[in-house]
């Protein structure tokens, strides 16, 4: 506990997908507060913000954190991100960005042009624009953590090629911006959930594929090297926390897979 005590963080994705388990964002927002941060819990759904909002004020006493609707896409909506953040707690210390989409996506020549344009702006652009936004502050502060969630499928075969492609590109985004601004202090990092039980990688499929959710979530499973451990939400918030942490103040520029051994088999 408080391993971000008096830290100010910025959550974007903050809301979730309806479902039965708890998605990565909400997960993260929940954690961040009981380890301590002020946290501004972002999501282009404010209902889903504010959902969030709720449920972090029944699970952490006294947490310090408010709703704020935006569009990652946006570059004008991620600066009065940042904006809102510094008015609010004075300073940014962390940059989890938990935006992804992937409806629509196919192999290469069954997805649109439209679907593929729309996947690589909110995955890839809005994590740039994002970024973009907190760098002057935390460039100034001369401190910053930045997380992306980018995804296992990022390195390995998968038939949702924009999806892919647009996580491939942000790890690279990730790598570069580490490098750029590690002189002035700022770690950037990115996290490759795997095969996880959260709402968007499981109820929402298993609904479009009209298939019971746990018979989806078991058939994602029996591909998983580690044996009765179900990823979820709380898997990734746990290692975002680890990163954002002073634990992790010599990491910096690491593809972190959370994927229950999935990616060593990749090779």
């Given at each position: 506990m408080g391993r971000l005590q008096g830290k100010s963080a910025i959550v974007f994705g903050a809301g979730q997908t309806p479902g039965a388990t708890i998605g990565n964002g909400r997960a993260t927002?929940?954690?961040?507060?009981?380890?301590?941060?002020?946290?501004?819990?972002?999501?282009?759904?404010?209902?889903?913000?504010?959902?969030?909002?709720?449920?972090?004020?029944?699970?952490?006493?006294?947490?310090?954190?408010?709703?704020?609707?935006?569009?990652?896409?946006?570059?004008?909506?991620?600066?009065?991100?940042?904006?809102?953040?510094?008015?609010?707690?004075?300073?940014?210390?962390?940059l989890h960005v938990n935006v992804g989409i992937g409806a629509g996506d196919g192999r290469t020549e069954s997805v649109s042009e439209a679907n593929w344009q729309r996947i690589h702006d909110t995955n890839l652009k809005g994590a740039w624009l994002a970024s973009k936004s907190v760098l002057p502050h935390m460039r100034e502060q001369h401190s910053g953590v930045i997380t992306l969630i980018s995804s296992l499928a990022s390195i390995?075969?998968?038939?949702?090629?924009?999806?892919?492609?647009?996580?491939?590109?942000?790890?690279?985004l990730a790598q570069g911006m580490a490098l750029e601004y590690a002189a002035h202090g700022v770690r950037v990092n990115a996290i490759l959930p795997g095969l996880m039980d959260t709402p968007m990688a499981v109820d929402a499929p298993a609904a479009a594929r009209n298939v019971e959710r746990d018979t989806w979530r078991d058939q994602r499973q029996a591909r998983v090297p580690l044996i009765d451990v179900v990823g979820n939400g709380w898997d990734t918030a746990n290692a975002a926390v680890f990163l954002a942490s002073e634990e992790a103040r010599y990491i910096t520029g690491i593809l972190l897979p959370v994927d229950g051994g999935r990616s060593a088999k990749i090779g």
């Amino acid at each position: 506990m408080g391993r971000l005590q008096g830290k100010s963080a910025i959550v974007f994705g903050a809301g979730q997908t309806p479902g039965a388990t708890i998605g990565n964002g909400r997960a993260t927002a929940i954690t961040f507060a009981r380890e301590g941060a002020r946290v501004l819990l972002v999501d282009v759904d404010h209902a889903a913000a504010e959902e969030t909002l709720h449920t972090v004020f029944d699970a952490v006493e006294g947490a310090d954190c408010a709703a704020f609707a935006a569009d990652i896409t946006d570059g004008q909506a991620c600066t009065a991100v940042a904006s809102e953040c510094i008015d609010r707690y004075g300073r940014i210390d962390v940059l989890h960005v938990n935006v992804g989409i992937g409806a629509g996506d196919g192999r290469t020549e069954s997805v649109s042009e439209a679907n593929w344009q729309r996947i690589h702006d909110t995955n890839l652009k809005g994590a740039w624009l994002a970024s973009k936004s907190v760098l002057p502050h935390m460039r100034e502060q001369h401190s910053g953590v930045i997380t992306l969630i980018s995804s296992l499928a990022s390195i390995s075969t998968t038939p949702l090629m924009a999806y892919k492609t647009s996580k491939a590109a942000m790890n690279a985004l990730a790598q570069g911006m580490a490098l750029e601004y590690a002189a002035h202090g700022v770690r950037v990092n990115a996290i490759l959930p795997g095969l996880m039980d959260t709402p968007m990688a499981v109820d929402a499929p298993a609904a479009a594929r009209n298939v019971e959710r746990d018979t989806w979530r078991d058939q994602r499973q029996a591909r998983v090297p580690l044996i009765d451990v179900v990823g979820n939400g709380w898997d990734t918030a746990n290692a975002a926390v680890f990163l954002a942490s002073e634990e992790a103040r010599y990491i910096t520029g690491i593809l972190l897979p959370v994927d229950g051994g999935r990616s060593a088999k990749i090779g």
